[in-house]
């Protein structure tokens, strides 16, 4: 790290002097208008404003920092400012500032709770190089960061796609025929009403309590957190005991439907036998067809369409810790039943979308990784942009 200097976070940056009546409250955010509005929320964009008197477009990028959050962002357009919690920053004219934003999204700045934490930045030190390489730095991380959006968009285009795809399906068929109205709403005519009851078997998850945690028959089990929708999380799996006797009752087999009772009630996934000789708890519902006329992966993705994009069936679906769906309730919610050929071209059909939102979920999160080691390692002189095989020319930073 020759010719890098360390400088505390106060040295490195100008005084910002905005007047703070031209700060937007959020009671008056707008959902569209002439500006946007950037505070220290989750969104890049959190709101919008017609008022252009509080536009801020003078000695642009700033950078904002959440002083309840510790979020940092990068804005380098015109915007109004949040009124609550935000922090305007501006890195030294000789500071690259996109090279000074990059630099503090690697500070560990612990949390205290909703207190305000500027002054914990203020004392973080800064390590800078010389300029050129700071251009060359911030340049790879933008390259890098800009292929994350890109990505980001494409998984938003095969959302809607997949949305816009089961709100016709499930309303008009594949065969384009009459539809009816139902309690479930407007769904081809051939199409029947059931209740889960009458062609699932259902059964709840086994109970969670001390003694099973220190039994002599310990066994992994599925519990809420590992069953998203369409897919099982088995990255974090926990043991419990089960007796013989449990072990046959609460078995899971390669192609069982497990549903969340709490949490987000109704969240579905099949088991796809990823673990050997697993189980599952009570905050799970484990669903088998009675009769081959319907099947899991149909119910699976009519379960994501009516649960989590269209709220059909009231507090299922609600995130919520008090929220429940009790095994009474479930085995009496209305689903629709066309006849399995059709059901099976449906799943087959949405399997395709699922599939590529899969893949390019899992490219996303290789890119965020690549991204956060390239951050650490360029910022810490572990690497050297040099020895670095990326175009950086065509980047403006």
């Not at 200097?5 to 002097?17: A, G, H, K, L, Y």
């Given at each position: 790290?020759?010719?890098?200097?360390?400088?505390?976070?106060?040295?490195?940056?100008?005084?910002?002097?905005?007047?703070?009546?031209r700060q937007v409250k959020a009671a008056t955010y707008l959902t569209a208008g002439k500006y946007?509005?950037?505070?220290?929320?989750?969104?890049?964009?959190?709101?919008?404003?017609?008022?252009?008197?509080?536009?801020?477009?003078?000695?642009?990028?700033?950078?904002?920092?959440?002083?309840h959050t510790r979020i940092f962002k990068y804005v380098d357009f015109p915007f109004?400012?949040?009124a609550d919690g935000t922090k305007l920053i501006k890195p030294r004219s000789d500071i690259n500032p996109r090279y000074f934003y990059y630099y503090l999204l690697l500070l560990d700045i612990p949390s205290k709770g909703y207190s305000r934490h500027y002054q914990l930045l203020k004392e973080k030190d800064i390590s800078l190089p010389p300029f050129p390489e700071q251009e060359k730095i911030a340049a790879v991380l933008l390259k890098l960061q800009n292929a994350i959006l890109i990505q980001e968009k494409i998984i938003q285009s095969l959302r809607d796609l997949k949305k816009s795809t089961m709100n016709f399906i499930f309303s008009r068929g594949l065969h384009g025929e009459k539809t009816?109205?139902?309690?479930?709403?407007?769904?081809?005519?051939s199409w029947e009403v059931v209740k889960i009851g009458e062609v699932f078997n259902v059964q709840l998850g086994k109970m969670l309590s001390q003694k099973a945690h220190i039994g002599n028959n310990p066994k992994l089990y599925l519990r809420n957190k590992n069953v998203q929708w369409g897919k099982i999380d088995v990255e974090d799996i926990l043991k419990m005991d089960f007796t013989p006797k449990e072990m046959e009752k609460f078995s899971l087999v390669p192609g069982d439907l497990l549903i969340c009772e709490g949490g987000e009630p109704g969240r579905a996934a099949i088991w796809q036998g990823q673990i050997r000789d697993c189980y599952y708890q009570?905050?799970?519902?484990?669903?088998?067809?009675?009769t081959k006329i319907i099947s899991n992966e149909f119910l699976v993705y009519w379960l994501m369409f009516s649960i989590e994009m269209?709220?059909?069936?009231?507090n299922a679906g609600a995130s919520s810790t008090i929220a429940h769906l009790p095994a009474t309730q479930l085995k009496s919610l209305?689903?629709?039943?066309?006849?399995?050929?059709?059901?099976?071209?449906?799943?087959?059909?949405?399997?395709?979308?699922?599939?590529?939102?899969e893949f390019n979920d899992s490219k996303k999160s290789a890119l965020q990784d690549l991204f956060n080691t390239t951050l650490n390692k360029l910022m810490t002189g572990e690497l050297r942009v040099g020895e670095l095989d990326i175009d950086v020319e065509s980047v403006k930073i």
């Open positions: 790290m020759n010719k890098w200097t360390i400088n505390n976070f106060s040295e490195c940056i100008d005084p910002v002097r905005i007047d703070r009546s946007p509005i950037v505070d220290q929320g989750q969104s890049d964009i959190t709101g919008w404003t017609d008022d252009v008197s509080t536009v801020i477009s003078e000695n642009l990028p700033y950078i904002i920092f959440g002083d109004a400012l949040g009816k109205y139902t309690p479930i709403g407007e769904i081809p005519e009570k905050a799970l519902h484990r669903l088998r067809p009675k269209q709220k059909l069936y009231g209305s689903i629709p039943c066309p006849e399995r050929m059709e059901q099976d071209k449906i799943v087959k059909m949405m399997d395709i979308t699922s599939n590529k939102l």
